[in-house]
C-alpha cells in the first residue's frame, strides 16, 4: 500500500505524534512518502494521485492547494479535502456549529477591533483571527484599552464571550469514530501542560463531539471546550490536531491510517486482504 | 503418489495443500461448488507466505477439484488416495464422514486420514464417525490423527478476474504435529510432518501458548479499540499482558509435560513477535471470533488456566483475557454478556456462562477470578466504548456512525 503525508517539514529532531506514525506504517510494510508542498514547485500537468492514499496533515496553502488537485482528480484523502480547507475559517465552522445547536459562546465577526468596544459592556471577550492555529493571536479582551492595542488585523476578526473556565479546558479528539479525552491547561507552556492528562470522555461531551464530527463531516479531528457554571462551550475545532496527551495515539492513529488505507486498496479493485469487521 | 483434501478453505490451500504439493503429491479438493469453482477454473493457486519481513510465494499448479454434491466421483478420488486431509472445521466432521467412509471402504490400500482441524481429538472423531458407516474393521485399516497447524493462513482472497488464481495469505511456518501411533507406516512423506507420541501434549502446546496469545491479543485488541492484530500487540499495556498470559499457559505446560514441551523465554518472544506480522493483514475481528468456543472448557484460555492452576499458578492474566473475551463484539453481534446488564445480574450471567460453556463451577477460584476482571472491566464500560487504559480503568468512546455526511465534506 502506498500513502502520501502532505505536511510540513517537521522540525529537526521533533517527536511529533505524526513522525511516530510514518515510522509505524513503514514498519508495517506500507510504502509512506512525505510531501512538503510548500517546498517544491508542482508542475500541475502532471499532477496525478500516485498513492492509495494521502493525508492532509498540514492545512497550509499551499497544501490546502495540493489537496484540492488531488481531489479534483479523484485521490483518496483521509480527513476530507473541503473540510481541511472550510476549517480554517472559524466564522464558517463556528456558524455552522451555532446553527447545528451546538453550544457555542456568543459569536461576532468585526472587520476593525474598536466596533467590539459595545460588547465589552456585557463582560470581556476573546479575540481571535477568523484563520488561525495552536492558540496564535488569540487574546482576551477585558476594557476598551486592551482592544486599541490589539491594532488592525489584517483582516476580520472573531469575537467570542469570555467564560471564566472552570478547571482545565477539555480537548476531545476524534479518530476514526473513537473519541478521547485529554484535560489541559490555557495557555499551556511546559511539556508536561501541553500534554494534559486523559480522562473519561462523558456523555454530554461525548454527543457533542460526535455532533461536531456530523456537522463538518469528518471523523478525524478535534475540538476544545471549556467548561463554564458547569456548561460545556465549543470554542475551537482543528480538522487534524496533534492529539497530544491520548494514550498511544500515534499506534491508534496509524491502525486508522492504514484501515483507511485497506479500504481504499480494495475499493480501487485491488485483491488485497479484506480487513474483516472494518468498515469504509 | 495422490491426495484429497476435504474443505478447500485457508488452512486446506493455504497450509495442507501447499505442504502435499510441495511433497510430490497429485492434489484433489473436495468442497462445495462455490467454493471449488474457482480451482477448476484456474487449476492452480497462489500461496503467499510472508513473515513480516520477506515474502515468499508458491505456485501450487496441476491441482483438480469435484464438487462435494458429486458423491460417485469424490468418493473414487478418496479410493484412489494415499493420503486424505480434511480442513472443514471440526463441527462439519460428522457431515463428511460418511463420504470419506464411502471412499475409504472402496480403497484397496490403506489411507491415511489427517485432520487439519485445530480440535484435540478430530482423528479419533473422525475414525469413531467412519466407524460407525462402515464398521471397526474396516476403519481400522486406516490411520486417523489430527495435525497441529504452525501456519496462520489469514486471507484466502477470491480470484480477481475469472479464471485468475486463489491466493493464499500466511506465515512461512510448515510443521504440523501427527500422532504417530494413530496413523499407518510407513508415514507419509510430506514436508513439516512432525510424528510425536504424546500428540495432546504438542497439541496443548499450540493451543495454551499461541492460541492462548492470539485469542488475548484480539479480545484485549478491541477492547481497547484497536482494528489490527499488528497495531494491538504493539500497545505496550496490551503486549505485556499477553507475554504474561502465554507464561501461565507455558507454567502449566511444563508442569504437566516438561520444559521440552514448554518451551523457554525466547520461544514466548518469537510467539509475540509473530503477531506483530502486519503482511498478513489480520483484524481483532477475526481472531476474536466464536467466543463461545474459544472459551470452552478445555480450550485456548480455560484450558490453559487450568492447567496453570493445577501448576499451582494464578493465571490472572488469562483471566484477564477471558473477561476482555465476554466483552467482545462478534461482528454485528452483541457481546456474549450484555454491558448495560447491572453488575449484579450480569456477574451471575457470567457465572451461569463460563458454567454452562466453560464447565467451570460458579464458585470455582478460577471463575472467581474471571468474574472479578469482568466486574472490574464493568466500571464504565457502556456498549460502544473501548478502554483506554487497563491500569488506569480510563474509557474512551466508539461511534460505529462515523464519517457523516457533515456540511464541509460535500
Given at each position: 500500500m502506498k500513502i502520501a503525508f502532505l505536511?510540513?517539514?517537521?522540525?529537526?529532531?521533533?517527536?511529533?505524534?505524526?513522525?511516530?506514525?510514518?515510522?509505524?506504517?513503514?514498519?508495517?510494510?506500507?510504502?509512506?512518502?512525505?510531501?512538503?508542498?510548500?517546498?517544491?514547485?508542482?508542475?500541475?500537468?502532471?499532477?496525478t494521485p500516485s498513492h492509495d492514499l494521502y493525508?492532509?496533515?498540514?492545512?497550509?496553502?499551499?497544501?490546502?492547494?495540493?489537496?484540492?488537485?488531488?481531489?479534483?482528480l479523484g485521490a483518496r484523502i483521509i480527513n476530507p479535502y473541503p473540510v481541511s480547507r472550510d476549517c480554517r475559517d472559524k466564522v464558517l465552522v463556528t456558524a455552522?456549529?451555532?446553527?447545528?445547536?451546538?453550544?457555542?459562546?456568543?459569536?461576532?465577526v468585526v472587520e476593525r477591533p474598536t466596533q467590539l468596544a459595545p460588547l465589552l459592556d456585557g463582560g470581556p471577550i476573546v479575540v481571535k483571527p477568523t484563520r488561525g492555529s495552536q492558540g496564535r493571536g488569540v487574546h482576551v479582551v477585558w476594557d476598551v484599552d486592551e482592544l486599541l492595542e490589539l491594532g488592525a488585523g489584517d483582516g476580520p476578526m472573531l469575537a467570542q464571550r469570555f467564560h471564566p473556565r472552570q478547571g482545565r479546558d477539555r480537548k476531545l479528539y476524534c479518530i476514526g469514530g473513537q473519541l478521547f479525552g485529554v484535560k489541559r491547561v490555557w495557555p499551556a507552556r511546559t511539556y508536561e501542560e501541553k500534554t494534559g492528562e486523559p480522562f473519561t470522555v462523558t456523555a454530554e461531551l461525548r454527543d457533542i463531539a460526535l455532533q461536531v464530527g456530523a456537522v463538518i463531516g469528518t471523523d478525524l479531528f478535534g475540538l476544545d471546550i471549556v467548561i463554564s457554571d458547569d456548561r460545556p462551550y465549543v470554542v475551537d475545532v482543528n480538522p487534524f490536531p496533534g492529539f497530544k496527551g491520548v494514550p498511544e495515539a500515534a499506534l491508534r492513529l496509524a491502525d486508522y491510517v492504514y484501515a483507511a488505507a485497506a479500504l481504499a486498496v480494495i475499493e480501487a479493485g485491488q485483491a488485497v486482504p479484506r480487513p474483516v469487521g472494518l468498515t469504509a | 503418489m495422490k491426495a484429497v483434501v476435504i474443505g478447500p478453505g485457508?488452512?486446506?490451500?493455504?497450509?495442507?495443500?501447499?505442504?502435499?504439493?510441495?511433497?510430490?503429491?497429485?492434489?484433489?479438493?473436495?468442497?462445495?461448488?462455490?467454493?471449488?469453482?474457482?480451482?477448476?477454473?484456474?487449476?492452480?493457486?497462489?500461496?503467499?507466505?510472508?513473515?513480516?519481513?520477506?515474502?515468499?510465494?508458491?505456485?501450487?499448479?496441476?491441482?483438480?477439484?469435484?464438487?462435494?454434491?458429486?458423491?460417485?466421483?469424490?468418493?473414487?478420488?478418496?479410493?484412489?488416495?494415499?493420503?486424505?486431509?480434511?480442513?472443514?472445521?471440526?463441527?462439519?466432521?460428522?457431515?463428511?464422514a460418511p463420504l470419506l467412509a464411502r471412499g475409504l471402504s472402496a480403497a484397496k490400500q490403506q489411507v491415511n486420514v489427517i485432520a487439519f482441524e485445530n480440535a484435540e481429538d478430530a482423528g479419533r472423531r473422525l475414525r469413531r464417525l467412519v466407524a460407525e458407516?462402515?464398521?471397526?474393521?474396516?476403519?481400522?485399516?486406516?490411520?486417523?490423527?489430527?495435525?497441529?497447524?504452525?501456519?496462520?493462513?489469514?486471507?484466502?482472497?477470491?480470484?480477481?478476474?475469472?479464471?485468475d488464481p486463489l491466493v493464499l495469505i500466511g506465515e512461512p511456518h510448515t510443521e504440523f504435529a501427527v500422532d504417530a501411533a494413530a496413523l499407518n507406516h510407513p508415514l507419509p512423506r510430506i514436508e513439516g510432518l512432525v510424528a510425536v507420541d504424546d500428540f495432546t501434549a504438542f497439541y496443548r502446546r499450540k493451543l495454551y501458548r499461541y492460541s492462548a496469545g492470539h485469542a488475548a491479543t484480539a479480545y484485549l485488541g478491541q477492547l481497547k479499540g484497536y482494528r489490527y492484530l499488528h497495531a494491538a500487540i504493539r500497545d505496550p499495556e496490551i503486549a505485556q499482558l499477553?507475554?504474561?498470559?502465554?507464561?501461565?499457559?507455558?507454567?502449566?505446560?511444563?508442569?504437566?509435560?516438561?520444559?521440552?514441551?514448554?518451551?523457554?523465554?525466547?520461544?514466548?518472544?518469537?510467539?509475540?513477535?509473530?503477531?506483530?506480522?502486519?503482511?498478513?493483514?489480520?483484524t481483532v475481528?477475526?481472531?476474536?471470533?466464536?467466543?463461545?468456543?474459544?472459551?470452552?472448557?478445555?480450550?485456548?484460555?480455560?484450558?490453559?488456566?487450568?492447567?496453570?492452576?493445577?501448576?499451582?499458578?494464578?493465571?490472572?492474566?488469562?483471566?484477564?483475557?477471558?473477561?476482555?473475551?465476554?466483552?467482545?463484539?462478534?461482528?454485528?453481534?452483541?457481546?456474549?454478556?450484555?454491558?448495560?446488564?447491572?453488575?449484579?445480574?450480569?456477574?451471575?450471567?457470567?457465572?451461569?456462562?463460563?458454567?454452562?460453556?466453560?464447565?467451570?463451577?460458579?464458585?470455582?477460584?478460577?471463575?472467581?477470578?474471571?468474574?472479578?476482571?469482568?466486574?472490574?472491566?464493568?466500571?464504565?464500560?457502556?456498549?460502544?466504548?473501548?478502554?483506554?487504559?487497563?491500569?488506569?480503568?480510563?474509557?474512551?468512546?466508539?461511534?460505529?456512525?462515523?464519517?457523516?455526511?457533515?456540511?464541509?465534506?460535500?
Open positions: 505536511m510540513r517539514q517537521p522540525a529537526p529532531g521533533g517527536q511529533s505524534v505524526t513522525t511516530e506514525v510514518l515510522r509505524l506504517l513503514r514498519d508495517w510494510g506500507t510504502t509512506v512518502d512525505v510531501l512538503h508542498p510548500e517546498n517544491q514547485a508542482t508542475n500541475l500537468a502532471e499532477m493525508v492532509l496533515r498540514s492545512v497550509s496553502d499551499a497544501s490546502i492547494a495540493h489537496a484540492g488537485i488531488l481531489d479534483s455552522l456549529l451555532l446553527r447545528a445547536g451546538i453550544p457555542v459562546p456568543g459569536t461576532w | 485457508r488452512v486446506g490451500l493455504g497450509f495442507a495443500g501447499h505442504l502435499l504439493h510441495r511433497s510430490g503429491y497429485q492434489i484433489c479438493f473436495v468442497g462445495r461448488r462455490r467454493a471449488v469453482a474457482p480451482l477448476m477454473a484456474a487449476g492452480e493457486y497462489v500461496v503467499r507466505l510472508t513473515d513480516g519481513h520477506r515474502l515468499h510465494e508458491d505456485r501450487v499448479s496441476g491441482v483438480s477439484a469435484i464438487d462435494i454434491s458429486c458423491s460417485s466421483e469424490v468418493e473414487q478420488a478418496i479410493a484412489d488416495a494415499d493420503v486424505v486431509c480434511t480442513a472443514v472445521g471440526p463441527r462439519a466432521l460428522d457431515s463428511v458407516q462402515v464398521g471397526f474393521e474396516h476403519a481400522g485399516r486406516h490411520g486417523f490423527s489430527g495435525a497441529v497447524v504452525s501456519r496462520v493462513v489469514a486471507h484466502r482472497l477470491p480470484p480477481e478476474r475469472p479464471g499477553v507475554r504474561a498470559a502465554v507464561r501461565e499457559g507455558q507454567a502449566g505446560l511444563r508442569a504437566a509435560y516438561g520444559p521440552h514441551v514448554a518451551g523457554d523465554d525466547a520461544e514466548v518472544e518469537a510467539i509475540i513477535d509473530r503477531f506483530g506480522n502486519a503482511e498478513l493483514g489480520d475481528a477475526r481472531v476474536g471470533r466464536d467466543v463461545p468456543r474459544k472459551l470452552g472448557p478445555s480450550d485456548r484460555l480455560l484450558g490453559a488456566a487450568r492447567l496453570a492452576e493445577h501448576a499451582g499458578v494464578a493465571p490472572v492474566r488469562l483471566a484477564q483475557a477471558a473477561a476482555a473475551a465476554l466483552c467482545f463484539k462478534d461482528g454485528g453481534d452483541p457481546p456474549v454478556v450484555a454491558p448495560r446488564e447491572g453488575t449484579a445480574s450480569g456477574r451471575s450471567r457470567v457465572a451461569r456462562l463460563l458454567s454452562g460453556i466453560g464447565h467451570l463451577p460458579p464458585t470455582s477460584p478460577l471463575a472467581r477470578l474471571i468474574q472479578n476482571e469482568w466486574q472490574g472491566l464493568m466500571d464504565g464500560w457502556e456498549d460502544g466504548n473501548l478502554m483506554l487504559s487497563l491500569e488506569d480503568r480510563l474509557w474512551a468512546w466508539s461511534s460505529n456512525s462515523h464519517a457523516p455526511a457533515g456540511r464541509l465534506a460535500s
